[in-house]
């Protein structure tokens, strides 16, 4: 019989303990500092503010830090945090249109009103190892940064001009809340939307990936990808104008999509659309395409049972910290259930061997 360790509380606080020996390393080595996380492995640090729902590279890097680099601990960290923050209003919607681009690429033009704009990217660098980097103190040259001051349109306004492209959809009304309301079906876009922004990067990978090769039939051209900061806006009734409260650095991806037509809509282009806190390309660009595929049913589209196409199974399954929660539960006690399986199978056996015993000679 396997009987529960005594002792609970000092063997866990033993363990955290331990924990933080093991998160701080080789005393011998300086400690890493929450600074050179934030300034050093910002993509990283983006992605821990944008599945946890919460801009504040500080806090980011700190969460990164004491969760010893995993990332969905820190998303975890971060999410638990904010629910502690008070609400004091509401932002108003950002202006993409006047971002201060650093970053901006299109892959249906070649020349663009201001221009592409290649900025910060891994791109065009070489899959090999830099051992320079491992060099302490090497000096580094630093690059030309030039960020678009001019405002760029869209690229998909190019399209409109001439009516081959669906009108962007707009709607003023406040949509829920995915921070403060738990998901509801059937989700309108702006919550597929919430959701997909805070998804995990990997599955949303996985399922925009699932797209290009076939499981939802939406071949797609990256429109536009820009990268920059935004400001933010707040309405303050006090003064009955709205003041900048801050800028904070967006990935927006609208994607270019094939569209044969429908009984009320000619054949033109749709749009998939993706927008995540700072730089993380993947992720939107994965983002837009998953929304795309959400759409079937709005655009009168066969639905042909791909599972991006699937607003249940994409919306309840993306979040990494429920996902986490459901999977790492089962590594906990279950003395009482295990016991309750393990004498069910014994007593199923016990009768099946009963039954298989050759009847006994007169």
């Known amino acids: 019989m396997y009987v529960a360790v005594k002792g609970g509380e000092r063997a866990i606080e033993n363990a955290h303990a331990w924990l933080a020996e093991e998160r701080r390393g080789d005393v011998a080595i300086a400690e890493l500092s929450v600074e ?3 300034s050093q492995l910002t993509i990283a640090v ?3 503010m944008a599945e946890g729902s919460l801009y504040d590279p500080d ?3 700190l969460a990164m830090k004491q969760s010893r680099g995993d990332l969905i601990e820190a998303i975890f ?9 008070p609400r004091f209003g509401n932002t108003r919607p950002i202006e993409t249109s006047e971002m201060e681009c650093e970053r901006r690429i299109s892959a249906t033009y070649k020349d663009l009103p201001g221009g592409q704009v290649l900025g910060p990217t891994f791109d065009y660098t070489h899959r090999l190892l830099d051992f320079k980097l491992a060099a302490e103190g ?6 030309e940064r030039k960020a678009s001051g001019d405002l760029v349109p869209h690229v998909a306004e190019f399209l409109n001009q001439e009516g081959l492209i669906e009108e962007a959809p707009r709607d003023d009304t406040t949509p829920p809340d995915l921070t403060r309301e738990p998901l509801e079906l059937p989700a309108e876009r702006a919550l597929r939307l919430q959701a997909l922004a805070r998804a995990d990067e990997g599955f949303t990978l996985g399922m925009a990936y699932s797209t290009q090769r076939g ?7 990256v429109g536009e990808l820009r990268i920059g900061q935004v400001a933010v806006e707040m309405d303050i009734p006090e003064l009955g104008f709205a003041i900048e409260v801050g800028e904070i650095t967006v990935t927006e991806c609208e994607t270019v999509n094939q569209f044969k037509g429908s009984k ?3 054949p033109q282009f749709t749009r998939g659309y993706g927008l995540v806190f700072g730089q993380s390309e993947r992720k939107s660009i994965s983002m837009s395409l998953v929304d795309r595929a959400l759409r079937w049913e709005e655009l009168g589209e066969d639905n042909v ?10 919306l309840y399954h993306g979040d990494n910290i429920q996902a986490t929660g459901f999977l790492e539960h089962i590594k906990l006690p279950h003395y009482v259930d295990f016991q309750s399986e393990l004498e069910l199978v014994r007593k199923m056996r016990r009768e099946a061997g009963a039954d298989q015993m050759p009847e006994a000679a007169e």
């Open 264 to 266: 009320s809509e000619p």
């Open 138 to 143: 090497a000096p580094t040259s630093a690059p």
């Open 305 to 314: 049972g791909a599972p991006a196409q699937d607003a249940e199974f994409v």
């Open 77 to 85: 960290l971060i999410r638990a945090y904010r629910t502690t923050l």
């Open 46 to 48: 983006n992605r821990v």
């Open 36 to 38: 050179q996380i934030k």
């Open 59 to 61: 806090l980011a890097a």
């Open 215 to 221: 499981y939802g039939r939406t071949h797609a051209f």
